[in-house]
């Protein structure tokens, strides 16, 4: 039987608890806490900021510190606007937790942790790598943070997730190729042929079954791109809402992989460890290899 028809069978039992001793004055009968499982002489049982008879009375589990699992305990809730009973109150894609965390307002769909509604991931301090860790098959991608197209400051671990892909591209704004293949990524003209290597791959990444995170490391000229101007350029002239453009102002994710050739792409497992690699020649190796995985 679950707690809600527990709470029931209390209530019915005892007439809502109005008769019976109440040692802690948490609303709940000492007779119907344990029917429910509660702590008597606790009035918040599991400690959430939240009384149990107050849980009982909004329908949150007053057994478990966050009913909805957000990563925001229900006592909190409500003094940030958020339900405690949806993990997403505002419906933009992050929990209320982590919106909580990264000083967003979890009840308004505009307050978002990334502009662009890139993935987000809660624990990415514990990821044991960094920029100083080598660079090899089967190590964990360097951890770095670059300015999107919207002006965010996106944390490449957060991109750290249980099931998808994640495929690194550092291009430059003066490569054709580069260019070449952000318009096919977009949806345009695929002048280099990479679609030969993988046909379905533009459907695959605006249906989010791969992450696919543009790096850009020079602007036009040949300089390093000093804000986030060059990825909006570079979105507008290659637009496609489902890909992260991040400006590399000191050359990092290029020194660490020693490019040789622009555009270079890599392929990271969903735990972001390196499991293939490709530059401009032999990125369509990187490519059919997420065409045997998603081939539609």
């Keep these: 039987m679950g707690w809600r028809a527990l709470v029931s069978v209390a209530l019915l039992s005892t007439g809502c608890g109005i008769l019976s001793f109440d040692s802690d004055d948490d609303g709940v009968s000492n007779k119907d806490e344990a029917t429910l499982g509660l702590d008597p002489d606790n009035a918040d049982t599991d400690n959430d900021g939240m009384i149990d008879g107050d849980e009982i009375a909004a329908n949150t589990d007053p057994l478990n510190a966050d009913t909805d699992g957000d990563r925001l305990l229900d006592g909190a809730e409500a003094a940030n606007g958020a339900d405690p009973l949806v993990a997403d109150t505002d419906g933009d894609g992050y929990f209320d937790g982590d919106e909580v965390i990264e000083g967003k307002d979890p009840a308004d769909k505009h307050s978002k942790i990334y502009k662009g509604g890139w993935p987000y991931y809660y624990a990415k301090g514990d990821l044991n790598s960094g920029p100083n860790g080598s660079y090899e098959i089967g190590k964990r991608f360097m951890d770095a943070q670059f300015l999107d197209q919207n002006g965010d400051m996106v944390d490449l671990y957060d991109f750290y ?44 990444i605006a249906r989010g079954d791969v992450y696919w995170v543009t790096i850009l490391g020079e602007q036009s000229d040949g300089s390093l791109p000093p804000d986030n101007q060059v990825c909006q350029r ?11 453009v991040l400006a590399d102002p000191d050359y990092s994710t290029v020194y660490y992989t020693s490019l040789a050739f622009w555009p270079t792409v890599i392929m990271l ?28």
């Design 161 to 204: 997730n249980s099931d998808k892909p994640v495929v690194i591209d550092i291009s430059a704004e003066w490569c054709p190729p580069c260019n070449g293949l952000a318009d096919w990524l977009s949806g345009g003209a695929d002048t280099y042929g990479f679609g030969n290597y993988w046909p379905a791959g533009p459907d695959v």
């Design 234 to 244: 570079w979105d507008d002239s290659h637009p496609s809402k489902d890909i992260p």
């Design 269 to 296: 497992n969903p735990g972001l460890k390196v499991q293939d690699t490709g530059s401009w020649g032999d990125a369509g190796g990187v490519l059919q290899e997420l065409n045997a995985e998603y081939p539609e």
